[in-house]
């Protein structure tokens, strides 16, 4: 199967500070990154689509100064947080398009716990 | 707008039992539809990837059907274990989209020996 690392899995940080999450396709090859956002005991929230060489596509509602991402490589995606806020203290997790066996299927992270003090 | 809604919020059941999870969609036109296992503080499992042209998916003793005509998919797990206790999600692609995923709220899932 297709491996999708994400790192750190949980960070906590001072607010005004920020941070970056790693999200890596091991052992394929990925065009187009999502990344999601999940507040406790909700669903998962689509915040932006990263293609690589090209600027991000955000959803509605997600600020794009605040949440940069950059996807250089076909195996790598970031999201940075910027200025933290404990507002911004949530489940991060992203996924990598991947084709197998002739289906496209979205692989996705363990996810990155953000806490912001 | 796709909307996905899952019944029911929350399920507790003991060890040996048949159970069904429902999802719903209000747009009928997907590519696929997905069903996800989600442990406390964890990522997602894929389970089962259900292609539109599919009516059902199989894979142990969890069985995924989807009617696409009437907005549903059911996720039958045969003799629950406790190990099952999890969250589970269901998605679909945005409408018009492909694999930029909507999800439903998730089934809460708890089995006790």
């Known amino acids: 199967g297709a491996v999708v690392s994400q790192h750190p899995s949980r960070v906590i940080c001072k607010s005004g500070t920020s941070v970056k999450i790693e999200c890596r396709s091991l052992d394929f090859q990925a065009t187009t990154m999502f990344w999601y956002r999940q507040f406790p005991k909700q669903s998962l929230m689509l915040m932006a689509t990263s293609n690589e060489g090209s600027k991000a596509t955000y959803e509605q509602g997600v600020e794009k100064d605040k949440f940069l991402i950059n996807h250089a490589s076909l195996t790598l995606s970031t999201l940075t947080v ?12 992203c996924s990598a398009l991947g084709h197998l066996l002739g289906d496209t299927e979205a692989f996705f992270g363990q996810g990155t716990r953000l806490t912001v003090v | 707008k796709q909307e996905v809604t899952q019944i029911p919020a929350a399920l507790s059941v003991p060890e ?3 159970l069904v999870l429902n999802c719903s969609f209000t747009d009928s036109a997907i590519y696929n539809l997905q069903w996800f296992r989600q442990d406390p503080g964890k990522g997602l499992t ?3 990837l259900i292609q539109s042209s599919q009516r059902e998916q199989t894979s142990g ?8 005509s009437s907005g549903r998919s059911t996720l039958y797990i045969a003799a629950s274990q406790p190990g099952d206790s999890a969250t589970y999600l269901c ?3 945005f409408s018009g989209g492909y694999n930029k ?13």
Do not use: C, M, Q, W
């Not at chain 2, 003793?61 to 696409?68: H, I, V």
């Open chain 2, 46 to 48: 894929s389970l089962l």
């Open chain 2, 101 to 113: 995923l909507i999800f439903g709220a998730g089934t809460r899932l708890a089995v006790h020996p």
């Open chain 2, 16 to 18: 040996g039992e048949n």
């Open chain 2, 61 to 68: 003793r969890l069985n995924a059907s989807l009617d696409k």
């Open chain 2, 91 to 93: 998605a679909v692609p």
């Open chain 1, 82 to 93: 910027t200025s933290a806020h404990p507002e911004d203290s949530s489940f991060y997790i």
